[in-house]
């Protein structure tokens, strides 16, 4: 194999395995959200979240409910939002060209979870959304932590 080629596949094997990094909430709001709790009022509670897996860590990818910005993910972090229940939303990802988006119907006084994953791109990786289920969204966001809400890279 040449030189240009192994220097390629380096520089690939670095940026697929680094990991980025966002502003986190503390201990004691990432705790607080953890308890799960069924929202107030007529609202429903979405949890966004992006796993552990080592697959494009070093990539960070912004989130939106109804087009307003939850928080930029990187590896390892979960955002919580309420909405308006008995009503439909968007949930939506960057990707590589555009956004990928999820329309569901959320009830009121019910979690939804949502897991990112990133997926291989042509320049760089893009990413997918995915529902989850109850019991195994309140497994893999409890391994998680907090973001800060608000900051979206290309809002």
């Not at 709001?29 to 009022?41: G, V």
């Not at 796993?51 to 930029?72: H, N, Y």
């Not at 060209?97 to 569901?104: C, G, K, L, P």
């Amino acid at each position: 194999m040449n030189k240009s080629i192994k220097w390629i596949l380096f520089i690939a094997v670095i940026f697929l395995s680094g990991c980025a990094s966002v502003p986190m909430e503390s201990i004691q709001a990432t705790n607080a959200a953890k308890e799960f709790k069924l929202p107030d009022r007529e609202n429903a509670g979405v949890y966004v979240y992006r796993d552990d897996s080592s697959f494009g860590a070093a990539l960070k990818k912004s989130v939106w409910i109804d087009g307003e910005c939850i928080g930029e993910t990187a590896k390892g972090v979960f955002f919580y939002q309420e909405v308006e229940g008995n009503k439909e939303h968007r949930i939506s990802t960057e990707s590589e060209f555009s956004a990928n988006d999820i329309v569901m119907y959320l009830e009121t006084k019910k979690l939804y979870f949502i897991r990112q994953y990133i997926k291989i791109g042509v320049f760089v990786g893009g990413a997918g959304l995915e529902i989850k289920d109850t019991v195994e969204g309140i497994k893999e966001v409890s391994k998680l932590k907090l973001a800060k809400k608000g900051i979206c890279g290309n809002s």
